[in-house]
């Protein structure tokens, strides 16, 4: 069955590996607290045992250099969409707490994006992560 929205996390390309994959992961958290709804059922194997829930839909993880993040940052607030960000600081704070007072120091033109992610409807996704190419 198709999806009538996207999940899309776009990331800097110039991260190392471990940045790549952290980034994305806590991306990909903000969304499902977000939009809950989205998380499918439990999984079992044929033993019984019980594994997490997982999102329902396909991630699409694009990578792009910092002016592509910039303008998908953009196009993504100029059409009102919810934007998940991890900025260059991330990496340097230990906690939650720290990341939310490390984004909230940056005005939002000055943040130092090394990711963002997004959920809406699949064209308006599309728009935003114009530029960018899929992750290989």
Partial sequence: M??????AVLLRDDLAPWQRLNTAAFLVSGVTAAWPQLVGEPYADADGTAYLAMLGQPILVFEGDAATLREAHTRALRRELTVGVFTSDLFRTGNDE?????VRAVARDDLDLVGLAVHAP???VDKVVKGARLHP
């Fill in 2 to 7: 198709a999806n009538d929205t996207k999940i």
């Fill in 122 to 124: 699949r064209n308006a």
């Fill in 98 to 102: 720290d990341n939310r007072a490390a």
